[in-house]
T-cell receptor, first 114, second 113 residues
Framework: NAGVTQTPKFRILKIGQSMTLQCAQDMNHNYMYWYRQDPGMGLKLIYYSVGAGITDKGEVPNGYNVSRSTTEDFPLRLELAAPSQTSVYFC?????????????FGSGTQLSVL | GENVEQHPSTLSVQEGDSAVIKCTYSDSASNYFPWYKQELGKRPQLIIDIRSNVGEKKDQRIAVTLNKTAKHFSLHITETQPEDSAVYFCAANSGGGADGLTFGKGTHLIIQP
């Protein structure tokens, strides 16, 4: 199993550009998450999904969109990039249920908006 | 929603000494409390976790204690080694729902040789 795979690893955007951060998992996990990590801060939840076709907002959803057309993929879309979106983005997944609360993280995408 | 506070933000200890990191949470419905270790440029890795029906859990040099009444939990690392240098995050499961974990801001642990 590859686990949770994120692409790209690094990206520089100009203000106003758009991009999609890709996330895929091969563990057949129903629950998937997008977090952002700013320097000196913990991880903040952007969006999450409990299954294909179902998404919901987290703590900091403004400026982002997601879709979940398959169990495996959970892309994060930035439509009009702003400097405030400079951050490291982590995708994570897990199975539902109280015995399965361990989050499996991808390796992250470091995004700079200039 | 859940709020997790973590202290200290930076902790420097001599190699071989113990380190303690403390967290408090706000949601009494939270029942799962993991600790993640993140090395520079890497993804967070789960190192230990505890459920609310247990007061303490140990795994070799690492232990976690939980006080549900006071809503706080702590990470204890004994006999610290250089490879323990990293940022450590505590988290709580926001009442156990599907909306994932709420994280503390992290503690940068520095092991002095």
């Amino acid at each position: 199993n590859a686990g949770v795979t994120q692409t790209p690893k690094f990206r520089i955007l100009k203000i106003g550009q758009s991009m999609t951060l890709q996330c895929a998992q091969d563990m057949n996990h129903n629950y998937m998450y997008w977090y952002r990590q700013d320097p000196g801060m913990g991880l903040k939840l952007i969006y999450y999904s409990v299954g294909a076709g179902i998404t919901d907002k987290g703590e900091v959803p403004n400026g982002y969109n997601v879709s979940r057309s398959t169990t495996e993929d959970f892309p994060l879309r930035l439509e009009l990039a702003a400097p405030s979106q400079t951050s490291v983005y982590f995708c994570a997944s897990r199975q539902p249920g109280q015995a399965n609360e361990k989050l499996f993280f991808g390796s992250g995408t470091q995004l700079s908006v200039l | 929603g859940e709020n997790v506070e973590q202290h200290p933000s930076t902790l420097s200890v001599q190699e071989g000494d113990s380190a303690v990191i403390k967290c408090t949470y706000s949601d009494s419905a939270s029942n799962y409390f993991p600790w993640y270790k993140q090395e520079l440029g890497k993804r967070p890795q789960l190192i230990i976790d505890i459920r609310s029906n247990v007061g303490e859990k140990k795994d070799q040099r690492i232990a976690v204690t939980l006080n549900k009444t006071a809503k706080h939990f702590s990470l204890h690392i004994t006999e610290t080694q250089p490879e323990d240098s990293a940022v450590y995050f505590c988290a709580a499961n926001s009442g156990g729902g599907a909306d994932g974990l709420t994280f503390g801001k992290g503690t940068h642990l520095i092991i002095q040789p």
